[in-house]
């Protein structure tokens, strides 16, 4: 019900969590009528919601319940593209360690600290079909 209620075009998507531990978030997007662009494969978009999600959900779960609270916010994505995504991709981050530590540091300074996680995309072959790097900021709230 998250999705649905904070990140409606997710949900409708059809992008959904896989799996999610410490270090590693899975996540993955159909080929379906809403993810589709006008050259029959995945709407660039589609992919960056669910790369962007196998990150974001990772940090959001560093984060919760952690005392004092931490805001954090994309300030820069970059793409590269592969192959052509015709059925359903698999986005993977496992920089649930880096981005740990970056909370971390932004806890002890009180000031913003960056990290540039990585998902990667793949076809049900396993071939990639492309890469983000999502540029998350931390900072201590108050």
Known sequence: MFL??????AFFSGVRVRYIDADKCVTT?????LTQNPFRSTYFAS????AEMSTGV????????????VSMLVVKLESNYFKKAVGRTTFTCV???LIQQTIARAIETGESHSINAKSI???DKGDVVAE???????KRKG
């Open 4 to 9: 649905f209620y904070k990140l409606p075009a």
């Open 29 to 33: 997007v159909p080929f379906k009528w």
């Open 47 to 50: 992919l960056a919601m669910a």
């Open 58 to 69: 990772l940090s959001l779960a560093h984060l919760h319940k952690l005392k004092p609270p």
């Open 95 to 97: 920089d649930g360690s």
């Open 121 to 123: 995309g793949t076809n």
């Open 132 to 138: 983000f790097f999502v540029t998350w900021s931390f």
